[in-house]
């Protein structure tokens, strides 16, 4: 049952589904302001219940990624929001969201990862082209670059490693910093998109396997995904701090998280 009591207003409520946070606003309702906290997600609807509340006219802003393709589909279909519409056809973060005190772990893992993943796209906010490209270390790091790297990673450890379809790449893997170069070619959104399709590829196999279900890691050994998910906690974060170093030295921006306006 949708229960539309759990966050503030604007926002009417969250939907999850598998793993993915969604925010729901009625129709006429602006844009949530960013950095709005939601507190709780009381709800947990399957795919079909999500699909339900966004063909009854309910429009969708993302807090993470839009869950399934045929989700914004049947949005698109429905005259609301999906990938034509240009607040929900870019990563657009709703929550600041917490790890639960007392939260099961698999769930606290996610979340924990969910919040340096929210940094990553918001880091690039606000800047040019340029500027996103810009190496600006002596080994050639840019922020577009570790965007590309952590995309590439992701796919790799979640969906390579537990036998799940794996996004092709148009680079040369046996290049080690292939996956952290920007080539003339790719755009801005490019990069971004990639790398919000790797964080839902990410977020299935989450969503699909158990703490303790093993799979294959490219060097032969069998992983958790409980060590999957600690590991790119810390890949993550590793690289939103060098990316907080980059974004301060390009224009003076600082900031571990995005902040609610209420504080």
């Not at 919000?196 to 890691?217: M, N, P, Q």
């Not at 999957?228 to 939103?240: G, M, Q």
Request: proline share 5%; hydrophobic share 40%; aromatic share 6%.
């Amino acid at each position: 049952m949708f229960d539309a009591g759990v966050a503030r207003a604007p926002l009417v409520g969250a939907v999850r589904d598998g793993g993915v946070f969604v925010a729901v606003v009625p129709p006429g309702v602006p844009e949530p302001e960013r950095g709005i906290r939601v507190e709780r997600v009381e709800v947990r609807p399957d795919a079909a219940r999500l699909r339900e509340l966004v063909a009854g006219g309910l429009s969708t802003r993302l807090a993470a990624v839009l869950p399934l393709a045929e989700v914004a589909e049947t949005h698109r279909r429905a005259g609301g929001a999906g990938r034509s519409c240009s607040a929900c056809s870019r990563y657009h973060p709703l929550m600041e969201q917490k790890v639960p005190f007392t939260g099961e772990e698999k769930e606290s893992l996610r979340i924990s990862l969910d919040r340096h993943r929210d940094v990553v796209l918001w880091k690039v906010e606000g800047l040019d082209d340029e500027r996103l490209r810009q190496r600006v270390t002596p080994s050639g790091t840019s922020l577009l670059g570790l965007v590309k790297h952590l995309a590439y990673v992701e796919n790799g450890w979640f969906s390579e490693t537990f036998g799940r379809p794996v996004e092709p790449v148009d680079f040369d893997t046996d290049d080690p910093e292939a996956d952290l170069r920007i080539e003339p070619h790719e755009t801005t959104a490019d990069v971004l998109d990639y790398y919000r399709r790797a964080r839902a590829a990410s977020d299935a196999v989450i969503a699909e396997f158990g703490l303790e279900d093993t799979g294959t890691a490219w060097f032969g050994e069998k992983v958790t995904l409980r060590w999957v998910l600690i590991h790119l906690i810390e890949e993550t974060a590793r690289h939103v701090g060098h990316m907080d170093i980059l974004r301060e030295l390009l224009d003076g921006t600082t900031g571990s998280h995005r902040r609610s306006s209420a504080g």
